[in-house]
C-alpha cells in the first residue's frame, strides 16, 4: 500500500484542484510543500493525502492511494461519496438555477416538506426549511419551542451534541467543550445525566433501575431548573457521546416526563435521520413521540448542505423574519435533498440497510470475542459504536486514539473516536450503501489496526522497561 504523501492543506486551496491532482503527480511522495500561505486556523497537517475525488464509500488521492471511509465523511453520506441519483439532481438544478430568495424558493421547499411529513410519524404536521447547518437547525426547534410555550430554558444530556454555534455549544456536553466560551456558561441550559447503562451515572443496573435517569429529570427541573423550562432535546442515539443507545421504555417515559413538566420533547436527528437507523428516522425506530424532529447532515444524500425542522401543526408560530438564512433551503440542497429522499424511500432500501446494519453489528461482536481490547459493541442500524478498553477492561481513550492513526496510516480505513478524540468509543457508521463486502473489509482493517496499536502499546511498555534494565545495569 502506498505511504501517504504530505500535502500542505493550504496549497489545495490556493488555486483549482485539478491543478494540485496534476502538481501531485509530479511532486514526490513525502515531501511537504514550501508554505506559501499562512494554514487556515485550526488546520493540522492532515496525514492524508489531497482527497481528489469520491466514490462510493472511497476517497481517492492525488497521489494515487485510496482510502475506506467507515464514517461516512461528517456522518453526512447516506449515499457516499458521489451517488450518481443526486449528483444528476444538484447538476440539473445547478444549471438552471442555484438559488432564489426563500419567498420563491416556497414551493420548492414546500414540496420536499411534503415528502418528509409523508415519512414523518403522524402528529407531524409542519416544517420549516431554511436552515443549511444541524447546528442552525436545532437553534430553530428551540426557538418554535420557546415562542410556542412562552418560556425559555432548556433541558440537555450530559454528553448530548447539537452543534457549534453559541447556542448549541452551550446545550452541549461535557464541560471541556464550552471551556474558554463564557458566555456560553450562562443560565438558561439544564443537563440531565444520559441513559448509559454501561456507565450509569446513578450507579443503577438495568431493568432494576426503572429507569431513574429519566424519572430524577423532573426533580432537577423542579430544584435546579428557573421556572421557565420549555423543552428537552435529545439524540435518539447519542452520536458524538459515544454511541450510547438508550434502554427499552426510556423514551416513553422521557415523554411521560415532558408530559408532566408540560415542556416539548425534541428529537435531534441530525445523525440519526435519513435511514442511519435503518428506519428513515429514529423517532419511528424508537416509537419516541416527540414534538419537533431536527435533520440535517445526510439530507443532502452525498454531503449537500441542508437542515429541515419537523414539528407538531399547533407549533408552527415563526414568521420568516424569526429564523431565514441566505443559504438555508437553497435550491441545490433541496434538489439534493429530493433526490436523496427518492433513493432512501425506494422500496426495500431501509429493509436492506437494516439487513446490513445487523451484519455489521455480528461482525463487530465477533471482532470483540476475538479481540480483547475490543469491549462492548453497541449500535443500531448503520451507526455503531466500539469501545476500546485496556488490558484491565477499563475505558481507554489513548489507544482509542492510536487506532484512529494506525487505521488511517498503516490500514487506510477513516475512523475517528468519540468526543472530538477525547472519548474511547470508535465510530463505525458507514454509507447506507455499503454492501456486505464493504463492511467485511471496514471490520477486517479496524482489527488488524486495534491489533496493530496493541503491539505497539507492548513493544513500548518493553522499550521502557528495557531501558530502565539498561540504566539499572541489569
Ligand atoms: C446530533 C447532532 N446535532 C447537531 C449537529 C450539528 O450539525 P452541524 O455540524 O451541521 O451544524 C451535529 C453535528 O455533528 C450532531 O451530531
Known amino acids: 500500500m502506498a505511504e501517504p504523501a504530505m500535502i500542505h492543506p493550504a496549497v489545495a486551496l490556493s488555486r483549482p484542484v485539478e491543478a494540485?491532482?496534476?502538481a501531485g503527480r509530479r511532486r514526490q511522495h513525502g515531501r511537504r510543500l514550501p508554505d506559501s500561505r499562512a494554514p487556515l486556523s485550526g488546520d493540522t497537517m492532515p496525514a492524508i493525502p489531497l482527497v481528489t475525488r469520491g466514490n462510493g464509500l472511497r476517497l481517492h488521492c492525488a497521489d494515487g492511494s485510496e482510502y475506506l471511509d467507515a464514517v461516512s465523511g461528517t456522518f453526512n453520506l447516506p449515499l457516499g461519496y458521489n451517488h450518481p441519483h443526486v449528483v444528476a439532481a444538484v447538476q440539473q438544478q445547478a444549471s438552471l438555477m442555484s438559488h432564489v430568495s426563500s419567498d420563491l424558493a416556497r414551493p420548492y421547499a414546500q414540496s420536499l416538506l411534503d415528502r418528509l411529513l409523508a415519512l414523518a410519524p403522524p402528529q407531524m404536521g409542519a416544517g420549516w426549511i431554511r436552515d443549511a447547518t444541524g447546528s442552525t437547525a436545532v437553534e430553530c426547534a428551540v426557538k418554535i419551542a420557546q415562542k410556542a410555550?412562552?418560556?425559555?430554558?432548556?433541558?440537555?444530556?450530559?454528553?448530548?451534541?447539537?452543534?457549534?454555534?453559541a447556542l448549541t455549544t452551550s446545550m452541549s456536553g461535557p464541560a471541556w467543550r464550552r471551556e474558554g466560551f463564557p458566555l456560553q456558561n450562562s443560565g438558561g441550559i439544564l443537563r440531565v445525566p444520559e441513559p448509559n447503562c454501561a456507565s450509569c451515572f446513578y450507579g443503577q443496573t438495568y431493568?432494576?433501575?426503572?429507569?431513574?435517569?429519566?424519572?430524577?429529570i423532573s426533580d432537577i427541573a423542579a430544584q435546579a431548573g428557573r421556572g421557565s423550562t420549555a423543552c428537552l432535546i435529545v439524540e435518539p442515539v447519542l452520536g458524538n457521546g459515544g454511541n450510547i443507545v438508550p434502554p427499552k421504555g426510556y423514551f416513553r417515559a422521557l415523554r411521560r416526563v415532558c408530559d408532566d413538566l408540560g415542556i416539548l420533547l425534541i428529537a435531534d436527528e441530525v445523525q440519526t435521520g435519513v435511514g442511519r437507523t435503518g428506519y428513515f428516522l429514529a423517532s419511528e425506530r424508537f416509537d419516541i413521540r416527540p414534538d419537533i424532529i431536527v435533520l440535517a447532515k445526510g439530507l443532502g444524500g452525498v454531503g449537500v448542505p441542508i437542515g429541515a425542522v419537523l414539528m407538531r401543526s399547533e407549533l408552527d408560530v415563526l414568521q420568516t423574519?424569526?429564523?431565514?438564512?441566505?443559504?438555508?433551503?437553497?435550491?441545490?440542497?433541496?434538489?439534493?435533498?429530493?433526490?436523496?429522499?427518492?433513493v432512501v424511500g425506494a422500496r426495500d432500501f431501509l429493509a436492506g440497510?437494516?439487513?446490513?446494519?445487523?451484519?455489521?453489528?455480528g461482525l463487530l461482536s465477533s471482532l470483540s470475542q476475538r479481540q480483547p481490547r475490543v469491549g462492548q459493541v453497541r449500535g443500531v442500524g448503520m451507526m455503531w459504536g466500539v469501545?476500546?478498553?485496556?488490558?484491565?477492561?477499563?475505558p481507554d481513550p489513548e489507544t482509542a486514539r492510536a487506532v484512529v492513526g494506525i487505521a488511517r496510516d498503516r490500514h487506510h480505513l477513516i475512523t475517528r473516536s468519540s468526543e472530538y478524540g477525547r472519548g474511547h468509543i470508535l465510530k463505525v457508521r458507514p454509507a447506507l450503501i455499503a454492501t456486505e463486502s464493504d463492511l467485511e473489509e471496514i471490520v477486517d482493517?479496524?482489527?488488524?489496526?486495534?491489533?496493530?496499536?496493541?503491539?505497539?502499546e507492548v513493544e513500548s511498555v518493553r522499550?521502557?522497561?528495557?531501558?530502565?534494565?539498561?540504566?539499572?545495569?541489569l
Open 445 to 456: 482493517r479496524l482489527g488488524a489496526s486495534v491489533c496493530d496499536a496493541s503491539v505497539r
Open 387 to 394: 469501545e476500546i478498553v485496556d488490558a484491565a477492561g477499563r
Open 20 to 22: 494540485d491532482v496534476a
Open 353 to 361: 440497510v437494516r439487513l446490513r446494519g445487523a451484519y455489521l453489528g
Open 207 to 216: 431493568p432494576s433501575c426503572e429507569l431513574l435517569c429519566a424519572r430524577r
Open 463 to 473: 522499550d521502557v522497561e528495557g531501558t530502565q534494565h539498561a540504566s539499572a545495569g
Open 149 to 165: 410555550t412562552g418560556k425559555s430554558d432548556v433541558i440537555t444530556l450530559f454528553h448530548g451534541h447539537h452543534g457549534q454555534t
Open 321 to 342: 423574519s424569526d429564523h431565514s438564512f441566505t443559504g438555508g433551503g437553497n435550491l441545490l440542497g433541496l434538489a439534493a435533498a429530493q433526490a436523496t429522499l427518492d
